[in-house]
T-cell receptor, first 113, second 112 residues
Framework: QQQVRQSPQSLTVWEGETAILNCSYEDSTFNYFPWYQQFPGEGPALLISISSVSDKKEDGRFTIFFNKREKKLSLHITDSQPGDSATYFCAMNYGGSGNKLIFGTGTLLSVKP | DPKIIQKPKYLVAVTGSEKILICEQYLGHNAMYWYRQSAKKPLEFMFSYSYQKLMDNQTASSRFQPQSSKKNHLDLQITALKPDDSATYFC???????????FGSGTRLLVI
């Protein structure tokens, strides 16, 4: 059962372009949506997050757009840099004991100089 | 300096053997977790601990046993290892159940 879907699986953009990463979910009880960035050989690192009461969150070149009605999110990376090349995971906080995170399958982003 | 230390970084084990994955966090966090990342699969939640007590267990197999000897330690013992156990195992922590996670750099386990 795949609760969190991410697309595309991989994405290549040129330096300076905007990369758009998509995420969708099924469970309407999710209320917190962090995005993680993972470089090869490292653990995921929190990049930016949004709660279900907001429809947009911006942090520098990174912006999350959230559509609660459609259960969709997107991460926009403007002015993409080669250093942004990494795997990006959409995650969701699942309430209840332990408050575990449910992760998507990830999008591998490659930014070409 | 790494705030969450996972040891070893790489581990090769023989089928049927037993291994312990070490995790120590120096963030003063009260909740600790184990996640597994297998090839072409999402990161999967395994266990959560709060104040050294098991809060949630989503691992079907009893071969996986978390061990918390100290507040800032959460080791993972895996017995009767199988090739399907090959994955990267990430330890994570957060101050409270509503705080953001910090992940370690993982232990890459290969079972042959």
């Amino acid at each position: 059962q795949q609760q969190v879907r991410q697309s595309p699986q991989s994405l290549t953009v040129w330096e300076g372009e905007t990369a758009i990463l998509n995420c969708s979910y099924e469970d309407s009880t999710f209320n917190y949506f962090p995005w993680y960035q993972q470089f090869p050989g490292e653990g995921p690192a929190l990049l930016i997050s949004i709660s279900s009461v907001s429809d947009k969150k911006e942090d520098g070149r990174f912006t999350i757009f959230f559509n609660k009605r459609e259960k969709k999110l997107s991460l926009h990376i403007t002015d993409s840099q080669p250093g942004d090349s990494a795997t990006y995971f959409c995650a969701m906080n699942y309430g209840g004991s332990g408050n575990k995170l449910i992760f998507g399958t990830g999008t591998l982003l490659s930014v070409k100089p | 300096d790494p705030k969450i230390i996972q040891k070893p970084k790489y581990l090769v084990a023989v089928t049927g053997s037993e291994k312990i994955l070490i995790c120590e966090q120096y963030l003063g966090h009260n909740a600790m977790y184990w996640y597994r990342q297998s090839a072409k699969k999402p990161l999967e939640f395994m266990f959560s601990y709060s104040y050294q007590k098991l809060m949630d267990n989503q691992t079907a197999s009893s071969r996986f046993q978390p061990q918390s000897s100290k507040k800032n330690h959460l080791d993972l013992q895996i017995t009767a290892l199988k090739p399907d156990d090959s994955a990267t195992y990430f330890c994570a922590s957060r101050r409270t159940a509503n705080s953001d996670y910090t992940f370690g750099s993982g232990t890459r386990l290969l079972v042959i």
